[in-house]
C-alpha cells in the first residue's frame, strides 16, 4: 500500500493524464491534476487549436490500460459503448460509385480495432476523476517552474489564470510530478535541466488537414462504418474514420509543397475530381473548400527522448515521452500502456519510488523508440504497400502460417503490435526475424513453380530436394 499522504502532480488533463491520475486515485494517492487549457469537456475548449485529429483508434494495449485501472472492468466497459469496431481496411481508388477493396486486420481470428472519439473518452475519464474525493482537477494552469531537489519533494509554480488580467502564481508540493503534456512538453524541457536527456526530434515532410465526411439525407453513414478508409496514393493519401454521430473523421495527409500549390477554391475541387472524386461527392464542394482553407496545415511529429525520469521525483509518460506519427494509430494506446507499466512499477516497488521510475525508464525506453519507428514505417504501407501485390502476398502468407501452423508462432506485424501485448521491441525484433523466414518461404515458393514447368526435364527431383532444404530450415 502507498504511505498515508503521498501525493502526485500530474501535468496535462488529456486522455493519458487522466488515466494516469485514476491509476494513482484507485491506489489511495492524493492526486492534483493540472491542465492549460480550460475544462475538456466544455465544446470551447475541445477545439481550441490542439493539433489533434477528433478521432483515435483503441485497439488492445489501449483496451489493457484501461481494463487494469483497477476498478474491475468498469471504465472499459463504459468506453468501449461509445466506439465503433473496425474490421479492416477499405482501399479505395477514389471512383465515384466503387466500393472499394476490404482488407481485414484479422482474418485468421477476427479481431478488430475501435474508433473512439477523442472528446468523448477524454470527458468519460475526467467525470470519473471528479467523483473521487482524492482527486482535485485544476484547470487553466500552465507550469512555469519545477525544483526538484528541494528537501521535502518537488515544487512546481504554475500561472493560474483564463486571462491576461486575471494572471496569479501558485506554488505546489508534490512527491512525483508526471508530464502527461504533449509532444511539446513543459515538464520534459523542466527536467533537462536536471538530468542528461537524449533528445531527437523529427518532422516528416508531411502535413496534415482534417476534413468531415457528413450523413447521408436519410441519416446513415455515407460508406462503410466497419472499416478505416483509405484512399492511397503512393506519395500522399486520404483516410477516414468513424463517428458515432454517423460523421467521418477524415484526414488528408500530403507533402507541404503540394498544399502550398492549392491556393484557390478552383484548385482545390480540381485535386479532388481528379484524386478523390468520391470524397467530393460524400462532402460537396462548398463544405470541401470551407474545411481545406479554415483548417490548419499542421506538421508530424516524432520524438524519442530518455531517461524518462530524474531520481524519484519526477517522470514523463505519453507523447511527452514518445510521440509519434499516427500511422499505426498507437500513440493513444502506447500511452495508455506507458501509464500501467508505470504504475506496475511502483506497485512493485513501494517504499522505492526512485527504483519504480528506474525500472519504467529501463524498460519503456526501447518500446518507446521501437513504435516510433514502426509507425513512421507505416506511413509507407498506408499511403503505397496497401495496394502491391507483395504486401498482399506477404499477408497471405504470415496469416496462413498462424492459421494453419500456430506452432510456428507467425503472426502479421499489425496484429502483434494491434491485438497484443507483447513489448514493442520484442515484436520488432520478432517482426525482422520473420521477414527473413517469409523470403526463404517465397523463395522456396518460386523454386517449386519452376519445378513444376520443368518436371518433364528431369530437373523436378534437384527442385524438389532444395525445396524441402529452404521448408526446413525455416522450422528448425
Not at 175 to 204: F, P, W
Not at 326 to 335: E, L, R, S, T, V
Request: glycine content about 10%.
Amino acid at each position: 500500500m502507498v504511505p498515508p499522504g503521498k501525493k502526485v502532480a500530474i501535468v496535462g488533463a488529456g486522455p493519458v493524464g487522466a488515466l494516469a491520475a485514476l491509476y494513482f486515485a484507485n491506489a489511495d494517492w492524493d492526486v492534483e491534476v493540472y491542465e492549460l487549457r480550460g475544462d475538456l469537456r466544455n465544446s470551447s475548449n475541445m477545439a481550441s487549436g490542439t493539433g489533434k485529429s477528433i478521432n483515435l483508434a483503441l485497439s488492445e494495449r489501449g483496451i489493457n490500460g484501461l481494463r487494469n485501472v483497477g476498478d474491475g472492468g468498469k471504465l472499459l466497459q463504459q468506453v468501449l459503448l461509445d466506439t465503433i469496431p473496425m474490421v479492416g481496411r477499405m482501399i479505395h481508388s477514389g471512383a465515384v460509385g466503387k466500393t472499394g477493396t476490404a482488407q481485414g486486420y484479422d482474418n485468421v481470428h477476427g479481431r478488430f480495432i475501435r474508433s473512439a472519439d477523442r472528446a468523448v473518452l477524454n470527458m468519460i475519464l475526467l467525470d470519473e476523476l471528479e467523483e473521487k474525493e482524492n482527486v482535485e482537477l485544476l484547470f487553466n494552469h500552465k507550469l512555469k517552474k519545477l525544483n526538484l531537489d528541494g528537501d521535502f519533494g518537488v515544487l512546481a509554480e504554475f500561472e493560474r489564470g483564463d486571462s491576461k488580467e486575471n494572471k496569479e502564481l501558485v506554488t505546489v508540493d508534490a512527491d512525483l510530478i508526471i508530464g502527461a503534456d504533449g509532444a511539446h512538453s513543459t515538464v520534459r524541457t523542466l527536467m533537462q535541466r536536471y538530468v542528461k536527456m537524449y533528445y531527437e526530434q523529427t518532422y516528416i515532410p508531411t502535413l496534415w488537414c482534417e476534413f468531415t465526411i457528413p450523413p447521408t439525407e436519410s441519416g446513415d453513414f455515407a460508406i462503410s462504418p466497419s472499416h478505416l478508409h483509405i484512399w492511397p496514393k503512393q506519395t500522399y493519401m486520404f483516410i477516414a474514420i468513424p463517428s458515432t454521430d454517423k460523421t467521418f473523421t477524415c484526414t488528408l495527409f500530403m507533402g507541404e509543397d503540394m498544399f502550398d500549390s492549392i491556393t484557390t477554391p478552383e484548385a482545390l475541387i480540381a485535386f479532388f475530381r481528379e484524386n478523390f472524386a468520391d470524397v467530393l461527392s460524400y462532402i460537396g464542394e462548398g463544405p470541401l473548400v470551407k474545411q481545406y482553407f479554415g483548417n490548419q496545415h499542421l506538421p508530424l511529429v516524432s520524438i524519442r527522448t530518455g531517461p524518462y525520469h530524474y531520481s524519484d521525483r519526477a517522470v514523463i509518460i505519453g507523447d511527452a515521452a514518445h510521440a509519434m506519427v499516427p500511422f499505426y494509430g498507437q500513440g493513444m494506446n502506447a500511452g495508455f500502456e506507458s501509464a500501467r507499466i508505470l504504475f506496475e512499477k511502483i506497485s512493485a516497488h513501494p517504499d522505492d519510488l526512485g527504483a519504480a521510475l528506474e525500472a519504467y525508464t529501463t524498460e519503456r525506453k526501447s518500446d518507446a523508440f521501437a513504435i516510433v519507428e514502426l509507425a513512421m514505417q507505416n506511413y509507407d504501407e498506408m499511403r503505397s504497400g496497401v495496394t502491391k501485390p507483395g504486401y498482399l502476398v506477404r499477408k497471405w502468407v504470415e496469416e496462413g502460417l498462424s492459421k494453419w501452423l500456430p506452432s510456428t508462432g507467425v503472426q502479421t506485424l499489425y496484429s502483434m503490435v494491434s491485438f497484443g501485448n507483447d513489448r514493442y521491441s520484442e515484436v520488432l525484433v520478432k517482426h525482422r526475424r520473420q521477414n527473413m523466414i517469409e523470403e526463404r518461404i517465397l523463395t522456396a515458393m518460386v523454386i517449386g513453380v519452376v519445378g513444376a514447368v520443368t518436371w518433364r526435364t528431369g530437373v523436378w527431383r534437384a527442385v524438389d530436394v532444395g525445396v524441402r532444404a529452404a521448408v526446413n530450415a525455416f522450422f528448425n
